[in-house]
């Protein structure tokens, strides 16, 4: 049975106080908390089998190989991936974005085409802009609309033989919208492009399955879904990663050096050059193991309930603007008070003890959009409650009588 009290004694983090408030944490888009059975693992690691993994022949240096491929494993089962290889581990969404960008720039030639959508992380552009301008390929954008969602009928229009790639987030950072990835992969698999989704929004909040969805990469980063920062996995289809060339030279990804010529490991070690974050992917498996305890579904449920009542309690203020108004969205709220700058309401929230990002949410295009500065983001998790949201709506109302 979900229990939101006893799910959160395991977060210590949340019994601290902030200016001497309790700590309301709405900025679970940014990074979720971790639960003491993730810390536990961290502190285990560096007490008792702290080791290199792959070449020591000794025992510290085994138990730490066997952990850590136990974590791959328990990744690859997760997300429905067909082979173990076909996780490669990474410091994070930005990482695995960066190592197919890198891959392709082998692929892509002058007249290919690139496709993203206008709901990317800054993340999800920069790396394709520099992909476009190293092989000459055109970058072309999925437009959206005022709900916040992508519009399917321009996207069937971009799409051409010449399309090489396509690449889109699960569930916008900025808006929660969740993207129609299951048809857009299938378009997209028809002119014979592949599809990388960025997972990172998506996964703290449901379980994708690689297999069944037919995505080419999939890429999320731990420390949005309860794991450590600096951690994160790339999926890849394996025939993808084997025609894929590596994306950093160094130890662990090669199978023989000499002068003359190198040739490289097999999966996954060809794109793990030099030493991981190995307590980073063991306390990631960790994580999964925690989230999967509680159910994606007992999780979907709740913070679908926290969702509504926060929205309509908002929206109760008078001169509030809610930005992403998809029917399909998780539990992000982007919004702003009329002629209020939102930094201004986050630092009274702040004064609050109340958590929220105000910004553009490495989102500008979004904002541009909207014509907006910027918004204020609530985003919350399965251990936020519907007394936190009342606390916000307080907070709100307080700061608006302060500006306004
Ligand atoms: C957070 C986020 C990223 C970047 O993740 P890192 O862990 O910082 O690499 C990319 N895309 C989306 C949608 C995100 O929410």
Known sequence: MFNVENIRKDFPILSRKVNGKPLVYFDNAATSQTPKQVIDVIVDYYSNYNANI??????????????????????????????????????????????????????L??????????????????????????????????????????????????????????????????LGTINPIEYIIEKAHEVGAAVLVDGAQACPHLKPDVQALDVDFYVASAHKMCGPTGEGMLYGKESWLNKLPPYQGGGEMIAEVTFEKTTYAELPHKFEAGTPNICGGIAFG???????????????K???????????????????KIYGTSKHKTSVISFNLEGIHPYDVGAILDKLG??????????????????????????????????????????????????A
């Open 54 to 107: 792959h070449r020591g022949v000794h025992a510290l240096s085994q138990e730490a190989t066997d952990k850590y491929e136990e974590a791959r494993k328990k990744i690859q089962t997760h997300f429905n991936a067909k082979f173990a290889h076909e996780i490669i581990f990474t410091s994070g969404t930005t990482h695995g974005i960066n190592l197919v960008a890198n891959g392709f720039s082998t692929i």
């Open 286 to 300: 960790a994580a999964i193991d925690y989230m999967n305890a509680i159910g994606f579904d007992e999780i979907a």
């Open 354 to 403: 109340i958590a929220v990002r105000t910004g553009h949410h490495c989102a500008q295009p979004i904002m541009d959009y909207f014509k907006i500065p910027g918004t204020v983001r609530a985003s919350f998790a399965f251990y936020n409650t519907k007394t936190e949201i009342d606390t916000l709506v307080e907070g709100v109302k307080k700061a608006k009588m302060m500006l």
């Open 109 to 174: 030639k002058k007249g290919d085409d690139i496709i993203v959508s206008a709901l990317e992380h800054h993340s999800n552009i920069v790396p394709w802009q520099m992909l476009c301008e190293r092989s000459g390929a055109t970058l072309k954008v999925i437009p959206m609309n005022l709900e916040g969602e992508l519009v399917m009928g321009e996207y069937d229009k971009l799409l051409s033989k010449n399309t090489k790639l396509v690449f889109v987030n699960h569930i916008s950072n900025a």
């Open 302 to 320: 709740y913070e679908s309930e926290l969702l509504e009542y926060a929205t309509k309690k908002l929206l109760d203020i008078e001169d509030l």
